[in-house]
C-alpha cells in the first residue's frame, strides 16, 4: 500500500484523515467536515487483509472487487463474522478509493507520483437494491410525545425538533439560547449553525405553533447559565451526547408500546419531513431541512406513499388534441342487460368502455 497521509482535502470539501494507531495495525479513517466529525473511526484492515498487504495496489482489477463484496456481504472477511449489506462494502472501497486518489496526487523526492492512477476509478461497486429507508410516522409520533416527558425532560423537544423541522439530531442537539429568535413572526425561528450541519451552512427555520410552545416552556425551565437547550447532566457546558439520547428514545419507544423503525432511529423524522412536503417546490424544501443539493432530497429521502399514487393514477386529467381536460369517469353498468322486450342485447347494441375513464 501507498504510504499513509495524514490529512486530505476530499472532492466534496471534506477533510479525510487516515491513520495507524500502533505502527503496523489497522488503519482508521475518520471524515470531517467543517469542524465537525460526520464518519466515527473506522477500520479499513479487512480491505487490505483480503487483498493483501504487500500486494501492488495498481494490479486491482474488478475481480477483485467483486470477490471482496461477496466475501464480505457473507460475514467471511467481517470482524466479527457478521454478513453485512452492499452499502457497507460500498464504504470500505470508497475509503481504500480516497486513499488511492491521493497516492496520484503525492510526489516523491523526484517529482514522480506514487500512483500512476487510481485502480478502483470506473469499477462499478456494490449498491443496495432494496435499501433500508424508514420513515416515521405522525400517529407513531403522537403516541411517543405522550411519555416522552417521563423518559428524559430533554426528549420531548428534541424529538418535537426533529418532526417539525427535518433537520439532524446532532444539529438539533448543539442548539443554544442564542440561535432562538421566538419573537419573530408568525410563532419564532431558530437558527441552525453551519458548524454542525453536513452543509456547512447556516440557516433560520420557522417554528410551528407546537413546538414554539415547547421551546419557551423548555427555556423557562433551564438554569440562568446554562446555554445549551439540551445539556449534558454531569458537564452543563455542553450539550448531551446523542448516542445518549437515542437509548432514551429507544426507552421512550419501549414505553409507548412501540417497535422502533429497522434501520433508522432518528432519520426517519427526516424522512417524514421531507416526503410530507413534497409538493412543495424543492428548492425552498431543501433549504429548510438543511440539504445541500435537492437531488440527495429527491433520491434518498422523499418517498412514495398511497394517497399519492392514487391521485397520481385516478384523479390525473385526459390529453385532448386541445390540451388536457378534467373529466368525470362514466359507471358501465355490470352484469346482463336486457332490452324492454327482455330479449338479451347483442354485441353491437352494448355501449363501448371508454379506456383510461
Same mark, same amino acid.
Not at 488503519?27 to 469542524?35: K, L, N, P, Q, T
Not at 418535537?160 to 444539529?171: F, K
Not at 439560547?177 to 425561528?189: H, I, K, N, S, T
Not at 433551564?222 to 439540551?230: D, N, Q, S, T, Y
Given at each position: 500500500?501507498?504510504?499513509?497521509?495524514?490529512?486530505?482535502?476530499?472532492?466534496?470539501?471534506?477533510?479525510?484523515?487516515?491513520?495507524?494507531? =500502533?505502527?503496523?495495525?489497522?488503519?482508521?479513517?475518520?471524515?470531517?467536515?467543517?469542524?465537525?466529525?460526520? /464518519?466515527?473511526?473506522?477500520?479499513?484492515?479487512?480491505?487490505?487483509?483480503?487483498?493483501?498487504?504487500?500486494?501492488?495496489?495498481?494490479?486491482?482489477?474488478?475481480?477483485?472487487?467483486?470477490?471482496?463484496?461477496?466475501?464480505?456481504?457473507?460475514?467471511?472477511?467481517?470482524?466479527?463474522?457478521?454478513?453485512?449489506?452492499?452499502? /457497507?462494502?460500498?464504504?470500505?472501497?470508497?475509503?481504500?478509493?480516497?486513499?488511492?486518489?491521493?497516492? =496520484?496526487?503525492?510526489?516523491?523526492?523526484?517529482?514522480?507520483?506514487?500512483?500512476?492512477?487510481?485502480?478502483?476509478?470506473?469499477?462499478?461497486?456494490?449498491?443496495?437494491?432494496?435499501?433500508?429507508?424508514?420513515?416515521?410516522?405522525?400517529?407513531?409520533?403522537?403516541?411517543?410525545?405522550?411519555?416522552?416527558?417521563?423518559?428524559?425532560?430533554?426528549?420531548?423537544?428534541?424529538?418535537?425538533?426533529?418532526?417539525?423541522?427535518?433537520?439532524?439530531?446532532?444539529?438539533?442537539?448543539?442548539?443554544?439560547?442564542?440561535?432562538?429568535?421566538?419573537?419573530?413572526?408568525?410563532?419564532?425561528?431558530?437558527?441552525?449553525?453551519?458548524?454542525?450541519?453536513?452543509?456547512?451552512?447556516?440557516?433560520?427555520?420557522?417554528?410551528?405553533?407546537?413546538?414554539?410552545?415547547?421551546?419557551?416552556?423548555?427555556?423557562?425551565?433551564?438554569?440562568?447559565?446554562? /446555554?445549551?437547550?439540551?445539556?449534558?447532566? =454531569?458537564?452543563?457546558?455542553?450539550?448531551?451526547?446523542?448516542?445518549?439520547?437515542?437509548?432514551?428514545?429507544?426507552?421512550?419507544?419501549?414505553?409507548?408500546?412501540?417497535?422502533?423503525?429497522?434501520?433508522?432511529?432518528?432519520?426517519?423524522?427526516?424522512?417524514?419531513?421531507?416526503?410530507?412536503?413534497?409538493?412543495?417546490?424543492?428548492?425552498?424544501?431543501?433549504? /429548510?431541512?438543511?440539504?445541500?443539493?435537492?437531488?440527495?432530497?429527491?433520491?434518498?429521502?422523499?418517498?412514495?406513499?398511497?394517497? =399519492?399514487?392514487?391521485?397520481?393514477?385516478?384523479?390525473?386529467?385526459?390529453?385532448?388534441?386541445?390540451?388536457?381536460?378534467?373529466?368525470?369517469?362514466?359507471?358501465?353498468?355490470?352484469?346482463?342487460?336486457?332490452?324492454?322486450?327482455?330479449?338479451?342485447?347483442?354485441?353491437?347494441?352494448?355501449?363501448?368502455?371508454?379506456?383510461?375513464?
Amino acid at each position: 500500500m501507498p504510504k499513509l497521509w495524514r490529512e486530505s482535502l476530499g472532492e466534496r470539501g471534506c477533510r479525510v484523515m487516515l491513520f495507524e494507531r =500502533t505502527p503496523g495495525g489497522p488503519i482508521y479513517r475518520e471524515v470531517w467536515v467543517g469542524g465537525v466529525r460526520v /464518519a466515527a473511526q473506522k477500520s479499513i484492515g479487512q480491505v487490505m487483509s483480503f487483498l493483501g498487504r504487500d500486494r501492488a495496489v495498481a494490479t486491482i482489477g474488478p475481480s477483485d472487487v467483486q470477490r471482496y463484496a461477496q466475501a464480505r456481504m457473507s460475514g467471511q472477511c467481517s470482524p466479527k463474522g457478521k454478513p453485512v449489506r452492499a452499502r /457497507a462494502v460500498a464504504a470500505d472501497l470508497v475509503a481504500l478509493s480516497i486513499m488511492l486518489n491521493w497516492a =496520484t496526487r503525492e510526489r516523491r523526492s523526484d517529482g514522480t507520483p506514487l500512483l500512476t492512477h487510481n485502480p478502483l476509478r470506473g469499477i462499478r461497486l456494490p449498491a443496495e437494491k432494496n435499501p433500508r429507508r424508514p420513515i416515521e410516522t405522525y400517529d407513531r409520533y403522537l403516541k411517543l410525545m405522550r411519555v416522552a416527558g417521563e423518559v428524559d425532560w430533554r426528549l420531548a423537544l428534541a424529538v418535537a425538533l426533529a418532526e417539525s423541522t427535518g433537520q439532524r439530531i446532532s444539529a438539533i442537539l448543539h442548539l443554544g439560547r442564542e440561535d432562538l429568535a421566538l419573537d419573530r413572526l408568525p410563532y419564532g425561528w431558530v437558527q441552525f449553525r453551519g458548524e454542525h450541519q453536513k452543509n456547512g451552512c447556516d440557516h433560520w427555520v420557522p417554528l410551528t405553533k407546537n413546538t414554539a410552545r415547547l421551546v419557551r416552556r423548555h427555556v423557562r425551565s433551564l438554569p440562568a447559565e446554562v /446555554a445549551f437547550l439540551f445539556p449534558a447532566d =454531569t458537564q452543563p457546558t455542553h450539550p448531551v451526547d446523542r448516542w445518549f439520547m437515542s437509548r432514551r428514545l429507544r426507552a421512550a419507544y419501549q414505553r409507548a408500546g412501540l417497535k422502533p423503525l429497522n434501520g433508522g432511529l432518528w432519520h426517519p423524522y427526516r424522512r417524514k419531513f421531507a416526503t410530507e412536503r413534497k409538493h412543495l417546490p424543492l428548492r425552498d424544501v431543501a433549504v /429548510a431541512g438543511g440539504w445541500k443539493e435537492p437531488r440527495t432530497l429527491l433520491e434518498c429521502y422523499q418517498q412514495s406513499d398511497a394517497a =399519492t399514487l392514487q391521485g397520481v393514477v385516478l384523479r390525473a386529467p385526459k390529453l385532448y388534441s386541445d390540451g388536457l381536460r378534467e373529466i368525470t369517469p362514466t359507471v358501465t353498468p355490470s352484469g346482463r342487460s336486457h332490452t324492454r322486450k327482455g330479449r338479451r342485447k347483442s354485441r353491437l347494441e352494448k355501449p363501448v368502455p371508454v379506456f383510461g375513464t
